[in-house]
Nanobody, 119 residues
Framework: QVQVVESGGGLVQPGGSRRLSCGASGSFAVINYMGWYRQGPGKQRELVAGINDGENIEYGDSVKGRFTLSRDNAKNTVYLQMNNLQVEDTAVYYC?????????????WGQGTQVTVSS
């Protein structure tokens, strides 16, 4: 199984920056995917950024050029650096982890961390 712990949410002013962290732990052999999704008020959940086991990173169109995803394989952790935050980035941010071990695949979502962009 996989446990996911997120941190870093909070209140930030427009134009500001914030870094989110997501760590995975548990009984698995390899992590295939780690990514951040978000769900704003009245909106559907959308991809923010994700990285697969081939180190390929995908970004949502609305965050390209402003957000950067990085991964520390030794810590099973991904970091989402968010720059030039805008009011429309306000959302609950969820980490998603897909891992494999012993012939099984596990998918786990974090509990979510609120990011509020407001002056």
């Amino acid at each position: 199984q996989v446990q996911v712990v997120e941190s870093g949410g909070g209140l930030v002013q427009p134009g500001g920056s914030r870094r989110l962290s997501c760590g995975a732990s548990g009984s698995f052999a390899v992590i295939n995917y780690m990514g951040w999704y978000r769900q704003g008020p009245g909106k559907q959940r959308e991809l923010v950024a994700g990285i697969n086991d081939g180190e390929n990173i995908e970004y949502g169109d609305s965050v390209k050029g402003r957000f950067t995803l990085s991964r520390d394989n030794a810590k099973n952790t991904v970091y989402l650096q968010m720059n030039n935050l805008q009011v429309e980035d306000t959302a609950v941010y969820y980490c998603n982890v897909i891992a494999r071990g012993w012939g099984l695949e596990y998918e786990q979502w974090g509990q979510g961390t609120q990011v509020t962009v407001s002056s």
